[in-house]
């Protein structure tokens, strides 16, 4: 979509409120059935990685140092790498972040979004110059 089209907002949105986005609303979702099913013996964890793909450079949202050379990345970013059965696709060192609640979760967007690489456009001064992958891993 254009630049200002609300793409990263419609995903992401606010924090809290009504103008969550299809992330938080997603997680909180997943939450709160894990939490009923949770009274009838069922277990689950909830994971979720965040990474970014700036420039053919996939880099890890998430990770303690975002600056190419944490675990895994290589001067030129993270790898991906088809599993050995060819029926899976992983991204090697993404971190991969264990969550409990809401407030876990905006607090990972924040740190992700402080992250992600930004430039001034004509039509948007703040603009993601990336595309960005959440997911969502639950066992």
Known sequence: GQTGSGKTHTMQGSPDGEMRGMIPRSIEKVLEQASRLKQQGWQYVLRVSFLEIYNETIRDLLGNNNNNN??????????????????????????????????????????????????????????????????????
Do not use: P
């Open 70 to 139: 944490s675990k895994g990345q290589k001067a030129g970013g993270l790898e991906i790498k088809l599993s050995k059965s060819r029926d899976n696709v992983e991204v090697v060192g993404l971190t991969k972040v264990e969550v409990k609640s809401m407030e876990a979760v905006a607090d990972l967007i924040v740190q992700a979004n402080k992250a992600r690489s930004v430039a001034a456009t004509k039509m948007n001064i703040q603009s993601s110059r990336s595309h960005s992958v959440f997911t969502m891993y639950l066992t």
